[in-house]
């Protein structure tokens, strides 16, 4: 069962534009949410995390929304670059230190 | 930031034979390292976990006498697939918390296993 839904399966953008990934959970006891960036044949890199105590987190040109009433969180990508193109998971723990329950991931692709 | 590395990067290996798979944490201690599977265009799914010094506990329909996982020090976690079939074939990829902080959880760079 997945426990956390991650949408669109795949998104194309222009250089420039801001790419927007969507992920729903649904266990309330969830309460550290990260995303992580993967390129092929390599293992996931962490971008950036936030808990629900804070609505929104910025760190460079990423930034996540959380709403946790909707039980939902989004990824926004500022001025993307086609070096951004990857594939990016979703992710929801109960603790930063618990196994990780990963969205199906979204696959990226920024055009020149 | 705090690196975790994986040995050997990709192996192929004859169907029958067991294939052993490192997971070190370079620069930081580990108590809990974690085990994932990733088929081609799919996500992470999770195996096991793995303690330090205890039986790992494994996710449900994962056989622990196929894919068994020894935590022996806080920096090293091996899993071994014994007796692997073509079916086995995958990326094989571990994480782990540090120990001080247990704030964030780092990926090994992954192992992609072929079993002809």
């Known amino acids: 069962q997945q426990q956390v839904k991650q949408s669109p399966q795949s998104l194309i953008v222009q250089k420039g534009g801001i790419p927007i990934i969507n992920c729903a959970y649904e266990n309330t006891a969830f309460d550290y949410f990260p995303w992580y960036q993967q390129f092929p044949g390599k293992g996931p890199a962490l971008l950036i995390a936030?808990?629900?105590?804070?609505s929104e987190k910025k760190e460079g040109r990423f930034t996540i929304s959380f709403n946790k009433s909707a039980k939902q969180f989004s990824l926004h990508i500022m001025d993307s670059q086609p070096g951004d193109s990857a594939t990016y998971f979703c992710a929801a723990s109960k603790n930063s230190g618990y196994a990780l329950n990963f969205g199906k991931g979204t696959s990226l692709l920024v055009t020149p | 930031g705090a690196v975790v590395s994986q040995h050997p990067s990709r192996v192929i290996c004859k169907s029958g034979t067991s294939v052993k798979i490192e997971c070190r944490s370079l620069d930081f201690q580990a108590t809990t390292m974690f085990w994932y599977r990733q088929f081609p265009k799919q996500s992470l799914m999770l195996m096991a976990t793995?303690?330090?010094?205890?039986?790992?506990?494994?996710e449900q329909g994962v056989e622990k006498d196929k894919f068994l996982i020894n935590h022996a020090s806080l920096t090293l976690s091996t899993l071994t697939v014994t007796s692997a079939h073509p079916e086995d074939s995958s990326f094989y990829i571990c994480?782990?918390?540090?120990?001080?902080?247990?704030?964030?959880?780092?990926f090994g760079p992954g192992t992609r296993l072929l079993v002809l």
């Open positions: 936030i808990r629900p105590d804070v």
């Open positions: 994480s782990a918390n540090e120990l001080a902080s247990q704030e964030t959880q780092y």
């Open positions: 793995s303690n330090e010094g205890s039986k790992a506990t494994y």
